[in-house]
């Protein structure tokens, strides 16, 4: 074989899982399994957001070291899905650098949802947090108003733009513009609340989690530059949001409550993560799984928090444990990363509101209020990143008693 174009071969299929939303630590076991496959007798793997070095040694001897930059990242879990069964393809198969790369176009040739549904997933996830943390029915009018500038905004900017400082402040300015304006016209009561939605779909409180979970598992470098990352959204968020208000003055700060009754909540909350599914370009039967997932997150959490009053942390603690392990079940089922499951249904743990009130706090010059959200932020993904982090060392030691088990009995046999 021609390793060189192997290991090349390698790397665009590393290179295309981690921009389509692939988790660090997985995307490391993946290369190192596919490396594994083709007999190399060292190789070595270093991978962090913005770049991926292999460097092997080949069965005649033969030292290759190639680096990957990758400039930007765009969620796509439908070709992650894909990419990752080629990823076992290889492992299986050892297929030739030409076979990969075909294999590879094919992939990378998929669609993304037809726009529409693009569109109404963007409705869904902000208009159902925006429900979820207490808008009333003109609020949510407003949130599918904001939902739908979003999408059309960032569909444009997003093709030119990969700087998610400039992105995230650019939509946020619109959506807090179109909401402001509404409350200012009478025409809504809570933009505060509203806003909290439209926040969720940038997702910057996400990357926290993330970012504190790859700190936790040693992943030093990466995960300081996702936490980074999510900072710089965050300051976008931020920067928008303060340019509107100066604009059009402030809105209100209320402060949320969730909606009455726990039906109301599951239920808002279930079509919001749906709607990140979609957003997310997940299909198929794995959109439906990932609502089951939110919805019991959502009631794990709910039970922990207000009927057993556990406090805020030990309830998103006992909800990121259920969708770990329920994110592991699935991708079994489905034979898919479990990534997929994992990220659509949390985002009831994410600290949405949290965030949006410190970003508050700062242009309203309330930093009492940027204290005590803050707090709350980092206690929630701190939790969030434990509960993930339990369940990851809790799978990893039962497959390293399986593994020596087997191992056992194969001595046994002999």
């Given at each position: 074989?021609?390793?060189?174009?192997?290991?090349?071969?390698?790397?665009?299929?590393?290179?295309?899982?981690?921009?389509?939303?692939?988790?660090?630590?997985?995307?490391?076991?993946?290369?190192?399994?596919?490396c594994e496959s083709?007999?190399?007798?060292?190789?070595?793997?270093?991978?962090?957001?913005?770049?991926?070095?292999?460097?092997?040694?080949?069965?005649?001897?033969?030292?290759?070291?190639?680096?990957?930059?990758?400039?930007?990242?765009?969620?796509?879990?439908?070709?992650?899905?894909?990419?990752?069964?080629?990823?076992?393809?290889?492992?299986?198969?050892?297929?030739?650098?030409?076979?990969?790369?075909?294999?590879?176009?094919?992939?990378?040739?998929?669609?993304?949802?037809?726009?529409?549904?693009?569109?109404?997933?963007?409705?869904?996830?902000?208009?159902?947090?925006?429900?979820?943390?207490?808008?009333?029915?003109a609020d949510a009018?407003?949130?599918?108003?904001?939902?739908?500038?979003?999408?059309?905004?960032?569909?444009?900017?997003?093709?030119?733009?990969?700087?998610?400082?400039?992105?995230?402040?650019?939509?946020?300015?619109?959506?807090?513009?179109?909401?402001?304006?509404?409350?200012?016209?009478?025409?809504?009561?809570?933009?505060?609340?509203?806003?909290?939605?439209?926040?969720?779909?940038?997702?910057?409180?996400?990357?926290?989690?993330?970012?504190?979970?790859?700190?936790?598992?040693?992943?030093?470098?990466?995960?300081?530059?996702?936490?980074?990352?999510?900072?710089?959204?965050?300051?976008?968020?931020?920067?928008?949001?303060?340019?509107?208000?100066?604009?059009?003055?402030?809105?209100?700060?209320?402060?949320?409550?969730?909606?009455?009754?726990?039906?109301?909540?599951?239920?808002?909350?279930?079509?919001?993560?749906?709607?990140?599914?979609?957003?997310?370009?997940?299909?198929?039967?794995?959109?439906?799984?990932?609502?089951?997932?939110?919805?019991?997150?959502?009631?794990?959490?709910?039970?922990?928090?207000?009927?057993?009053?556990?406090?805020?942390?030990?309830?998103?603690?006992?909800?990121?444990?259920?969708?770990?392990?329920?994110?592991?079940?699935?991708?079994?089922?489905?034979?898919?990363?479990?990534?997929?499951?994992?990220?659509?249904?949390?985002?009831?743990?994410?600290?949405?509101?949290?965030?949006?009130?410190?970003?508050?706090?700062?242009?309203?010059?309330?930093?009492?209020?940027?204290?005590?959200?803050?707090?709350?932020?980092?206690?929630?993904?701190?939790?969030?990143?434990?509960?993930?982090?339990?369940?990851?060392?809790?799978?990893r030691n039962l497959?390293?008693?399986?593994?020596?088990?087997?191992?056992?009995?194969?001595?046994?046999?002999?």
């Amino acid at each position: 074989m021609n390793y060189e174009r192997i290991v090349q071969s390698l790397l665009d299929v590393g290179e295309e899982m981690l921009k389509c939303g692939a988790e660090n630590f997985r995307l490391d076991d993946s290369l190192y399994r596919m490396c594994e496959s083709y007999g190399f007798k060292r190789y070595d793997v270093f991978a962090i957001p913005s770049n991926i070095q292999i460097t092997v040694e080949t069965p005649d001897g033969q030292i290759i070291t190639q680096v990957r930059h990758i400039e930007y990242a765009d969620i796509d879990y439908d070709k992650l899905d894909y990419l990752n069964n080629l990823s076992r393809y290889i492992c299986e198969n050892t297929p030739d650098a030409d076979e990969i790369n075909k294999k590879l176009e094919e992939i990378m040739s998929r669609k993304w949802h037809k726009t529409p549904v693009k569109y109404l997933a963007g409705i869904m996830g902000g208009t159902g947090f925006a429900v979820m943390f207490g808008a009333g029915f003109a609020d949510a009018i407003a949130a599918i108003v904001a939902s739908i500038v979003i999408v059309a905004i960032g569909g444009v900017i997003g093709k030119r733009e990969h700087n998610v400082l400039v992105y995230n402040a650019v939509l946020a300015f619109f959506a807090e513009s179109v909401i402001l304006a509404s409350y200012n016209l009478g025409l809504i009561q809570h933009p505060d609340r509203v806003m909290i939605g439209i926040v969720m779909l940038l997702i910057s409180g996400l990357g926290v989690t993330i970012g504190i979970r790859e700190i936790l598992q040693r992943d030093f470098i990466s995960g300081f530059l996702t936490v980074a990352n999510s900072f710089l959204g965050a300051l976008g968020i931020a920067c928008g949001i303060a340019v509107s208000m100066i604009i059009l003055k402030e809105g209100s700060n209320e402060a949320f409550l969730l909606a009455d009754g726990l039906a109301v909540q599951l239920a808002s909350c279930t079509t919001a993560c749906v709607g990140f599914a979609l957003w997310f370009n997940i299909k198929g039967k794995q959109v439906v799984w990932a609502g089951v997932g939110a919805f019991f997150t959502w009631y794990i959490y709910a039970i922990a928090e207000y009927q057993f009053h556990l406090g805020n942390f030990v309830a998103t603690l006992l909800g990121a444990a259920f969708v770990a392990t329920f994110a592991l079940v699935m991708a079994r089922v489905c034979k898919a990363p479990s990534t997929i499951f994992l990220t659509a249904s949390s985002f009831p743990l994410i600290p949405g509101p949290n965030l949006y009130y410190v970003l508050y706090g700062f242009v309203s010059k309330d930093y009492a209020l940027v204290g005590s959200e803050t707090y709350l932020l980092f206690e929630t993904c701190i939790a969030i990143a434990v509960g993930f982090l339990i369940v990851d060392i809790i799978v990893r030691n039962l497959f390293y008693v399986k593994d020596a088990n087997r191992e056992y009995e194969l001595r046994e046999t002999k």
